[in-house]
């Protein structure tokens, strides 16, 4: 594991309270196993089918939400992610919703401890590229667990709306769309508070063409390439009506 990730990996580490607080707040945990439209889109529902019995991955799992729905769809549910501190929380909630899910403690960009071609889907979204620093490795490993035939679905948030500054009433650029970053910030224990703390993080920007390349160079044949969603965002500090919220790729191994 490099520095980049083990940072980002203390950072989540220190502020899986704080998150877990959020979502009690919000409450979605505890019904997404029972109304998966709660947490996927409609065109997420449509690739994902009947996942009755089905094996799969989860890679960045964070919150769980994906991994609580795709669990009460019936699937066979693995969870991976970087931080102990975010599964433990998880693997807490999953005893309370009584769902059999297993989690694993990994780096999405080295699976060494995931055997080959062993899950029909491998899904991933929200906000887990922003944190990896290797976007190809980490789809690379992504497409080496999945089966021949097996379903590798992205579900991203917008890389166009991670280059602004903060700013409540205009657009201004903070960072070039094609710098990749590292972007080093400054965080609080509080994964909420916008305020500089003492935990170091690090961020990457990948572009919508990397974001394909990385897939499609992959032995994967492109299935579905489409942007979701013009929406502003409460949490975003800048005013991003108009511009598009999620970036959805799904692929099949061949």
């Known amino acids: 594991m490099n520095r980049y990730h083990r940072a980002n990996r203390a950072r989540w580490n220190l502020g899986a309270e704080s998150w877990a607080a959020m979502h009690d707040r919000r409450g979605t945990w505890r019904v997404a196993h029972r109304d998966p439209e709660q947490v996927f889109l409609p065109q997420e529902m449509d690739l994902i089918g009947d996942a009755d019995g089905r094996h799969v991955c989860v890679l960045g799992s964070g919150d769980n939400l994906a991994v609580f729905a795709l669990a009460g769809m019936g699937a066979r ?21 009584d769902l059999n899910i297993e989690f694993v403690e990994a780096d999405v960009a080295d699976l060494g ?7 029909d889907l491998v899904y991933t979204g929200g906000h887990v590229a922003v ?9 690379r490993e992504a497409i080496r667990i999945l089966r021949r035939k097996g379903l590798f ?24 769309y094609f710098d990749n970053g590292p972007h080093e910030y400054s965080a609080a224990q509080d994964v909420l508070e916008k305020k500089a703390g003492e935990a170091k993080q690090y961020e990457f920007h990948w572009t919508v063409s990397e974001y394909l390349n990385a897939v499609i160079q992959q032995g994967v044949d492109l299935i579905r390439f489409e942007e979701i969603g013009d929406e502003a965002e409460g949490w975003e ?18």
Not at 79 to 93: F, G, H, N
Not at 131 to 139: G, H, I, N, Q, T
Request: net charge neutral; glycine share 6%.
């Open 237 to 254: 500090g800048a005013p991003l009506q108009g511009l598009p919220q999620m970036l959805l790729i799904a692929g099949r191994k061949t």
């Open 131 to 139: 944190w990896v620093s290797d976007l190809r490795a980490y789809y």
């Open 153 to 176: 679905l992205i579900n991203e948030y917008h890389p166009i709306r991670r280059i602004w500054k903060d700013r409540d009433s205009s657009l201004e650029v903070g960072f070039s």
């Open 113 to 119: 401890c995931v055997k080959d071609a062993s899950f």
């Open 77 to 97: 549910v693995t969870s991976v992610d970087i931080s102990v501190e975010q599964l433990a929380v998880a693997e807490r909630r999953a005893g309370e919703l």
